[in-house]
């Protein structure tokens, strides 16, 4: 049973930044992709950014470009986000999400394992 865990949330003021780990454990040979996704309160949960296990391929939502970094430690199976120069509008509860081959990044439907969650709060 594969299963994520987040961490890394907390309080920043604009323009600080913050480091987000997903640790998977929990061996799943299909599991191809690691997106973060993010929900603000009252709003529909959105992709921030996207990594390809196997290739380091990387994906990111209009308002992450040039402010966030997805990558990975595989020897410690563990997906990182990076979040520089954060905004006010950054704040919301942070997922980490796995999605088998064949599943695009924002296709939010098939995501097959979610964490539960983190906790980001930017002030400005």
């Known amino acids: 049973q594969v299963q994520l865990v987040e961490s890394g949330g907390g309080s920043a003021q604009a323009g600080g930044s913050l480091r987000l780990s997903c640790v998977r454990s929990?061996?799943?040979?299909?599991?191809?992709?690691i997106t973060w996704f993010r929900q603000a309160p009252g709003k529909e949960r959105e992709g921030v950014a996207s990594l390809r296990l196997n290739d380091d391929n990387t994906y990111y939502s209009d308002s992450a470009k040039g402010r966030f970094t997805i990558s990975q430690d595989s020897a410690k199976n563990t997906v990182y986000l990076q979040m520089d120069n954060l905004k006010p509008e950054d704040t919301g509860m942070y997922f980490c999400?796995?999605?088998?081959?064949?599943?695009?990044?924002?296709?939010?439907?098939?995501?097959?394992?979610w964490g539960q969650g983190t906790q980001v709060s930017v002030s400005s």
């Open positions: 929990g061996y799943n040979k299909n599991i191809f992709r």
């Open positions: 999400a796995a999605s088998y081959y064949g599943v695009r990044w924002l296709d939010i439907a098939h995501v097959r394992h």
